[in-house]
């Protein structure tokens, strides 16, 4: 589901900070109406509840996205998808470092994999972009791999709450440097589908996962995102990958397939 959000935004042709101010938008509202029916607590509840972790959370997830929104604008989706692939390494080291998760060698061989065919992958499609876009990709990588990490450490902050309230967070950010009124109505529908059909389920399941999983398992994922993200730019946007996208990809899904393996 995530995988789709770099094709809605390209779709939508909308600025990058109209994009993350009407997805911000849609997401908060979805969450704010589906959370009674799940918790039977309204996200003001949830917020007085968790307080200060579920507060830093939606503060993450707000960077994470928005800054993922602003490098696709900015750069190729096979580079932005390339560089969040980058996403279980971070995630392992940084939970190493704060909560002390030891991840397992077979976790770590299966990042190794996802490493090896990102680097195929950069090899084919780094420098067809800006700089700019690449660091701020950087920037949602890291942003995610400390919010996987304080998942890990309160299981029990509402998943739905952290995504409602970044999306929030997220329209608040983007209200000033964005003119949503000139948003046309097909790219306001498109935007739509992402910020209420495929954003909230999909960040809410993968928030969700780190309940059951280590957070290097959870990130050991994420590149599952990087190859899915450039078919459908390849199929729907012609962006056609080289062919050392092609071969790296099926090389982080043969990684992520033995990683998850028992």
Do not use: K, Q
């Not at 109406?33 to 997830?61: C, E, H, K, Y």
Request: with cysteine; proline share 5%; charged share 10%.
């Amino acid at each position: 589901l995530i995988s789709l959000d770099s094709l809605w935004i390209r779709l939508s042709g909308a600025s990058s900070w109209d994009v993350a101010f009407w997805v911000g938008s849609f997401t908060f509202i979805t969450i704010a109406a589906v959370l009674p029916m799940f918790t039977g607590r309204s996200i003001a509840r949830a917020v007085r509840r968790d307080r200060a972790p579920l507060l830093v959370s939606s503060l993450l997830n707000t960077c994470s996205v928005t800054m993922f929104i602003l490098a696709v604008g900015l750069t190729t989706v096979s580079n932005v998808v390339a560089i969040v692939a980058a996403a279980p390494v971070a995630a392992a080291v940084v939970a190493r470092v704060l909560i002390g998760e030891h991840p397992s060698r077979r976790t770590w061989l299966a990042i190794t994999g996802s490493v090896v065919g990102i680097l195929i992958i950069v090899g084919g499609s780094i420098g067809s972009g800006t700089v700019g876009g690449d660091l701020i990709a950087i920037i949602a990588v890291l942003a995610f791999a400390g919010n996987v990490t304080l998942w890990r450490r309160y299981p029990d902050i509402s998943r739905l709450a952290v995504i409602g309230l970044g999306g929030l967070f997220t329209a608040l950010v983007s209200v000033i440097p964005a003119d949503p009124m000139s948003v046309g109505g097909e790219s306001l529908a498109i935007l739509a589908v992402m910020g209420i059909a495929t954003g909230p389920p999909g960040r809410v399941s993968l928030a969700s996962s780190t309940r059951y999983l280590p957070a290097a398992r959870v990130g050991l994922f994420t590149p599952v995102e990087t190859v899915a993200a450039t078919v459908w730019a390849w199929v729907f946007l012609a962006e056609a990958p080289p062919v050392t996208t092609m071969f790296g990809g099926l090389v982080v899904i043969a990684a992520v397939a033995y990683g998850t393996r028992r």
